[in-house]
């Protein structure tokens, strides 16, 4: 104790600083005396940091703050910097709801933008709806473009279960395919489920039976002999995160895979990377966005060269991609609207034509979806990797349209 | 629900299943119930040194390449751990109220998980199935994991080392002695500390064999244990707490009620093991095998 208690002042006293130095140059060098005494635009930025689902939500955070610098570069809006308050949701909706309303009341943030999983996008709509906040979804739900949870402060930057499911089908079902599925029994399965089977309707494809999981299970050896029984040419397995790779990791020790090609509503980077090549071999899903992108799209290309230059030759990730493209987005709008007033910025956000990661995307005006690409990947065997990134193919690029969305109509929005 | 689907083979692979699944449900439960039966104490951190278990593995492998490395060091390693455990954490509760040490370990299944998360990450790592166990088998009435089958082999392994050494060797019967009646053994000149000590990383090493075992049928995470705890606890509860036995015969029971739930109502195999586990505390409060009276 006696030892250690002045040597640990010492270096607590000489970070504090060379920490206030470093702060002082910064603002020194970075903004013009315009920027000083402009209120700068807060962005809050609720994501689960903790939790399973931590390396999207730092990925998110990644790519949020590119976007944040990239803008801050250019100069601002005429001098006046951007910045990003991340909140940690822990991903429970509570949680969520707090930190927003906080960002909101204390930390006067001017715009909200996050939130990873559906029904912690919910929540944080709720209080952006209520007090008027304008808020950008990142996180996959079809409910958040019903007129029931939809304002007009509402936008919706991520895919939804409708677009991805149409995807796939349009993909992987012919007429008369007979498709098993092996469902989490929750709202996101269940959305997902609804959009195939609308989906495989249309095509004529054929359910061979369906089976519900219960939410978090870590064993599926039990519903394998079911669905073997089935006879599927298509297993689809409608989960998300753990459930998922573990899920294909046994559908494939039980050999379902020589018998059925298993095709999943969303295909991610990480859960691959958690459940090894050799399990997701030759599985097919969709995403909305996939590095290889930037071979033919040069707003990729841009996107990756950047993000590679900010963090030390990383790539970018799918979910990462949506804290980019949603957050560069609401900095146009904010642009082309010439302040931070709410009103104005949703008018600028409803007018935009956006094409920085993945081609071209704006917002539908009745429920403000993203109308943007959907990328069909295949996860690539082992030995045809080339390095360690090199997770997917690229299938097929499915140009954004809004036919892909459920009508207005449908949706409950009057015109 | 359309029974159109049912045919016998089916039923018959489905039994299968959870026979096999209990196994696994068998070893998960097996650590929990011998820490209890022999020094009373309910681990809560149960789950979590499973997970322990389950990375000690992984690093293992990934240093030597071996999955039997794995399996043989990964275990012994966390094992080691529960000796430091008892030695510094549970040993100075001893003679307090039995909820400090449920205290203590339901903590350490909290600095477990952040332990893991600060070394491994929080995102999971892959666990490839050995090349020489991939594979399924044709069983006649259906294909299963030959991994599986293996599992199932070395638990049925694991159960007849611990019969042997628990009921046909001299250490044996100390434990059994100590386990009734300590004050005695410790009047008769054993050293029931040390007892306890090597009893605590025994099973210890069992979670840790079980993550290890389990880890190629599932993916390896910082939450992996979560679900096993309560698992766990359901089955030493059904067998009753402390009783091998009662581990045994209710890790297999279970196996099979949530595998033939999963064929006819399959959103409720997770629920159906409660619903298990509540009706026989109706019926029998100290579970199958449990002596009455046996409180915490």
């Known amino acids: 104790m006696i030892r250690q208690g002045p040597g640990y002042s010492a270096v607590s006293r000489r970070t504090l600083v060379r920490g206030m130095a470093a702060a002082g140059a910064l603002a020194g060098i970075g903004m013009p005396f315009v920027a000083r005494a402009a209120e700068p635009i807060r962005i809050g930025f609720p994501t689960p940091v903790t939790g399973p689902f931590g390396a999207e939500a730092k990925d998110q955070i990644r790519s949020a703050e590119l976007a944040v610098k990239q803008f801050n570069e250019a100069g601002g809006l005429n001098g006046r910097m951007a910045e990003l308050l991340v909140r940690d949701d822990k991903l429970n909706p509570g949680e969520a709801a707090t930190r927003t309303l906080e960002l909101i009341e204390k930390d006067r943030a001017h715009f909200i933008v996050g939130a990873l999983s559906s029904a912690v996008q919910l929540s944080v709509n709720e209080i952006t709806r209520s007090r008027k906040v304008l808020y950008i979804s990142i996180s996959q739900s079809d409910t958040i473009n019903e007129a029931k949870d939809f304002s007009r402060h509402t936008f919706h930057e991520a895919l939804n279960p409708h677009m991805t499911t149409a995807a796939v089908a349009k993909h992987a079902f012919k007429k008369g395919t007979r498709v098993a599925y092996l469902v989490a029994d929750y709202a996101y399965g269940h959305e997902m489920l609804r959009g195939f089977k609308r989906a495989a309707a249309a095509i004529g494809a054929e359910t061979a039976g369906e089976i519900l999981h219960p939410f978090g299970a870590p064993d599926y050896s039990t519903f394998m002999p079911r669905l073997r029984s089935m006879r599927p040419d298509i297993l689809c397995i409608c989960n998300f995160g753990r459930d998922q790779a573990n899920s294909i990791k046994q559908a494939n020790d039980f050999g379902l895979k020589k018998a059925a090609r298993i095709v999943v509503p969303v295909l991610l980077h990480n859960q691959r990377l958690a459940g090894g090549a050799d399990a997701f071999e030759g599985v097919v899903g969709a995403s909305n966005y996939y590095w290889r992108l930037g071979e033919t799209v040069p707003s990729a290309k841009a996107f990756n060269d950047a993000f ?90 499915e140009p954004g349209a809004e036919a892909m969305l459920r009508s207005c109509d449908e949706l409950g929005h009057r015109a | 629900m359309d029974p159109g689907f049912l045919d016998l083979e089916l039923i018959a692979m489905q039994l299968f299943s959870g026979v096999a699944l209990g196994a696994v449900f068998v070893m998960l439960a097996l650590g929990l119930s011998i820490i209890f039966g022999m020094l009373g104490i309910v681990n809560f951190a149960h789950g979590n040194v499973f997970m322990v278990g389950a990375y000690a593995g992984v690093f293992v492998m990934e240093r030597t390449g071996s999955f039997w490395a794995a399996l043989l060091f990964g275990p012994l390693m966390v094992g080691a751990l529960g000796l430091l455990i008892e030695r510094f954490l549970i040993r100075p509760l001893a003679g307090r109220s039995p909820d400090d040490p449920l205290l203590l370990t339901f903590g350490l299944g909290y600095v477990l998980v952040e332990g893991v998360r600060i070394l491994f990450g929080s995102d999971g790592l892959p666990f490839a199935t050995p090349e020489e166990l991939s594979g399924v088998a044709d069983l006649g009435i259906g294909f299963f994991p030959i991994y599986r089958l293996f599992v199932v082999g070395v638990v049925a392994l694991v159960l007849v080392a611990l019969w042997y050494g628990l009921e046909r060797t001299r250490l044996g019967l100390i434990v059994r002695a100590g386990a009734r009646d300590p004050e005695i053994l410790r009047v008769l000149g054993v050293d029931i500390q040390r007892l306890w000590l090597w009893v605590f990383a025994l099973g210890i090493a069992l979670a840790a064999l079980g993550g290890v075992l389990a880890a190629p049928m599932r993916s390896v995470n910082p939450e992996m244990g979560n679900v096993v705890l309560g698992e766990a606890f359901a089955v030493t509860v059904i067998g009753g707490m402390g009783s091998l036995m009662g581990s045994v015969v209710a890790g297999l029971l279970v196996g099979i009620v949530v595998s033939m739930t999963a064929l006819f109502a399959p959103e409720m195999a997770s629920i159906a093991m409660f619903a298990f586990m509540a009706l026989v505390l109706l019926v029998r409060p100290q579970g199958l095998f449990g002596k009455p009276g046996l409180g915490v």
């Open chain 1, 308 to 397: 590679r230059a900010a963090y030390g030759g990383a790539l970018p990730t799918d979910y990462g991609a949506y804290g980019y493209t949603a957050v560069r987005s609401l900095l146009m709008a904010v642009q082309a609207a010439g302040d931070t007033d709410t009103d104005r910025v949703i008018a600028a956000l409803e007018a935009l034509q956006y094409d920085v990661a993945k081609g071209s995307e704006r917002y539908r005006a009745c429920d403000h979806q993203a109308i943007q690409s959907v990328l069909i990947t295949e996860s690539k065997k082992k030995s045809e990797m080339q390095g360690e990134a090199d997770l997917f193919k690229i299938l097929e690029v």
